[in-house]
C-alpha cells in the first residue's frame, strides 16, 4: 500500500504537469477509512466467513492495483479546464474513486485480520508496520528499474504473492467452482497487467506529448530513455522541433539539435556540435548578456540539462565552468549513451560536474565564481498552464538566491533569464527577489541590478558589488548587440527607452516591467502599494513558502472575469484552484463514503428514529448522547497528524533533494514510529486521558521544537551523501512520530470505557480529518507559508490536550 503510493506519485509527475503527493495521500487515506466504514457495518458477517470475504478483499486489491491506474489514466480528464467544466469535475472524481478501490480494498483486507486475530494483533501490527516502512524505501528502490507508467500495475505483483501465500494457507474448495474460475480470471488479469504495459500517459499538451505524435508519424525517433526517482528522462531526434533559446529574430539558425524531456517536459536541448564556433547562435542569446560584461569568467551552472549553457560559456572564454545537476542518470545519459552527439562537452577539462541538488551545492560549497547562472530557471513559463505553482523552488528563494549572491567572487554576476508573460509575472518577481536578496546582503539594489528584455525573455542581472560606469557600457552595447530593451540600469531615465522589442502599454511611461523595477526599488510603502495593486501575487518568495510559480490572488478573480470573459481561467494560476477543487471532492466523498454510513449505523444501532430502544452499551444515559469529544478529539488527531505529515515532507524535499526520497522517509520514520508508540501504551499503566494529554502535550513541544531547529539540525548533515541524508531524516522524526501513535489507541482505550458502539464514528471522523487535511495543509503552505502549517498542527494537537483535560475534569 505504501510502494504504491510512491508509484502513484511518480505516474503522475509524468501524467500531469506535478507529482500531486497531496492528492495521493488524501486518496490513500480516504480509501483506508472507507475501509474502516465497510469493516463495521459488515463485521459480524465478515469475521463469520472470514476466510470468504479476506480472500475477496485479497482477490480485489490485486486486480485494482493492476488495473485502476490505468482505466483511470485513460479517462478524458483535464484539469486545466476544471473551472470551467462541470464535467472535469466529474471527471476527476471518477478518477479518485478509481484510485481509491485498491487502498479500500487493502485497507479492509488489514483490519479485517487485525480484527478477527485480536490475540495476536502486537505481532500482527509490528509485521504491518514493519513491512509499511519497507515499502516506503522498496517504493523508492522500483524506480529505479521500472518505468513511471508501470509502477502501479508492477506493484501488483506483492498482492498476486500474497494471493498465493493465502491459497496455499486456506487452499478454495475444490468443489467450488466458481471459486476457482475467479481466482484464475484474477490471476489472469494481474498477468495481462504485466505482459502488456501500458502506453505511456501524458497530458496532450506537455511537450513530449508532442514527440510522441511525431514519432507516431516516423518524424521522430526516440534515442535514449532513463528512469529514475527524479524523473523519466527521454532524448528524441526531431528534425521539426528545433528550439533557438530566447534568441533574437535575426539570430543565425541553431545547429542540428535533440531535445531532452524530463517527466514530459522540455528539458532542454543538444546541440550535435564539437565546438561553439558550430554554433553561431550561441552569440545572440539573451542568456549571453552577462557573458559579455565579464572576462574570462569562473562560471557556475545550477541545473543545467542538455550542455548548451556550457557551450555558452565556452564561447566567451570562460577559465572553468562547474555544472550543477541534481539527476545523476541524466549526467551518465550525456556522458555515455549520448557522449558522441553532444561533443563531449561535459567532459572537457574545463568543466567539473557535480551531481547534488543546485541549493545543497550553494549551501556545501566555499567555492567563489565570477558568474552564477542559474540555468534551472529558464523556460516558458506558461507551458503548465500554472499548475507548476504547486511546485517547491528552493533555489528561487530570497535564502536560496542570497546563497548564491554569498558565492560570488568581488564584482561577481548572478544571472536568471525567464520567457517574457502576458500579464507580467515571473520577471517582475524575479526583480523583486533579487532586490530583496541584494539588499539583505548588505548592498544597494538599486545600484547593483540590470534587466533586459527582448521580445521572448527578459535577463535579470545582480551584481555582488555596485555597477561600474565601464560594465554599464558594455551592457549597454550588450543589449544594443542582442536586440534587447533595458528596462532597469542604475540611473536609468525616461531618455533611456528604445522600441526595439514593443510591449504594452506604449504611453511613453516606459514597459510594465520598467514600471514594476521603480516601485519594486521605490520606498517600501509604494513598493506594498504596487504588490498589493498588481493582479498577480509578485511577493518574493522565501524558504517558509517556496512557492516561485504561485501567482494565484484571490481578490483578482473579479478583475479577471470582467476583462477576459468566458477565456478568465486561461489567465489564473491553475495550482491553487486544482489543489482547492481536490480538497472540495474529497470533503464530499469521504462524507458520503465514510461518514455518512458510520452515522447510519449508529443511528439504527442506538434505536434513532425507529421508535426501538437501545438495549446495547457501557451507560444507557451515553446511548443517545451526541459523542461530541469523540468527534472532537479524533478529528484534530486527523488534521494534527495530516499536517505535520505534510510539513515534514516539505521539510525534507529540500534536505534529500527530491518529493520521491521526502515522501518515503516521512512515510517510512512516520509508520513504523507512530506504529511502536501506539504499542507501547499496552505498556503505561496510566488512564487513557493522561496518555491523551502526555502525549499530545509532548507533540506541541516536539512540533515548536522542529519549527525552530530542524532545518539547522538537518544543515549539519548536508555534506553527507543521499542515503545517509535519507536514514538521518527518518532518524530526526523519530521522537515526534512515536509520541504521534499515543493519542488514536489511548482514545480508543476511553471510547471502550465508555461505550464501544462510539468507535465507528471516532473512525469515520478521524477518516474524513485526515482526508481533508492534505490538500488543506497545501492550500495553507502556499497561502500563509509552513511556518503557519506547523502552528495549525500544534494547535490541533493543543485542541486535544485541552479536551481530554475539559473530560477529565467533567
Known sequence: MVALQIGLIRALSVAGYHHFTYLVISTALLGFGASGTLLSLVRRRALGGFNRWAFAALLLCAVSIAWTYRIAASLPLDVQYL???????????????????????????????????????????????????????????????????????????????????????????????????????????????????????????????????????????LLAAQTGPRGQIDVYDAPSIHYTLFASPLAPLPPDQLAVFTDGNLAGTIFQINSPEQAPILTSLPQSLPYRLLDRPDVLILGETSGVNVWLALEYGARSVTVVQADPA??????????????????????????????????????????????????????????????????LTVEGVSLAIARLKPSGLLSVTRGLQSPPRDNVRLFALLREAVDRAGGNPAGQLLQARNYLAATTIASVDPIEDERLACFHAGTEDLLMDSDYFPGITPDDFTSRNLLPPNSGLGSYYYQAAQAVLGSASARAEFLNQWIYDLRPPSDDKPYFHSFFKLKSLPHLLETYGDRWFQRVELGFAVVLVTLVLVLVLGVILVLVPVLVLRCRSSGLGTGVPATRGRRLGQRRRFPLWAVVHFTFIGLGFMFLEMLFIQRLTRFLGDPIFATAAVLTSILVFAGAGSISQSRIRRSPIFRIVAGSTTVVVLSLLYAVALDSILGLAVQAGVAARFVIAVVALVPISFFLGWQFPAGIAELDRMDDRLIPIAWASNGVASVVAAPLAVLVAMTGGFGLVAGIAGGCYGVVAVVALIRSAG
Open 330 to 395: 541524466l549526467v551518465r545519459l550525456l556522458r555515455g549513451e549520448l557522449g558522441g552527439l553532444d561533443g563531449g562537452v561535459l567532459d572537457r577539462p574545463e568543466v567539473t560536474v557535480v551531481i547534488t541538488e543546485p541549493r545543497l551545492f550553494l549551501e556545501q560549497t566555499t567555492e567563489r565564481f565570477d558568474l552564477v547562472h542559474v540555468a534551472a530557471a529558464e523556460g516558458m513559463p506558461a507551458s503548465a498552464g500554472g499548475l507548476a505553482s504547486l511546485r517547491e523552488d528552493y533555489l
Open 83 to 221: 473551472l470551467y467544466s462541470i464535467r472535469q469535475v466529474g471527471w476527476l472524481a471518477l478518477y479518485l474513486l478509481l484510485l481509491f478501490v485498491p487502498f479500500c480494498a487493502g485497507g479492509f483486507l488489514i483490519g479485517l485480520i487485525l480484527t478477527r486475530f485480536t490475540e495476536k494483533v502486537g505481532v500482527l501490527y509490528a509485521l504491518n508496520l514493519g513491512a509499511s516502512g519497507f515499502g516506503g524505501v522498496g517504493g523508492v528502490l522500483l524506480t529505479f528499474v521500472v518505468q513511471p507508467e508501470r509502477l502501479p500495475g508492477a506493484l501488483s505483483v506483492c498482492a498476486a504473492a500474497a494471493l498465493l501465500i493465502w491459497l496455499f494457507a486456506f487452499p478454495p474448495d475444490r468443489h467450488a467452482p466458481v471459486s476457482l474460475v475467479v481466482i484464475a480470471i484474477a490471476l489472469a488479469a494481474v498477468g495481462a497487467a504485466l505482459i502488456f504495459p501500458p502506453p505511456m500517459f501524458m497530458d496532450q499538451y506537455k511537450a513530449q506529448a508532442h514527440a510522441i505524435r511525431l514519432e507516431e508519424q516516423g518524424d521522430a525517433r
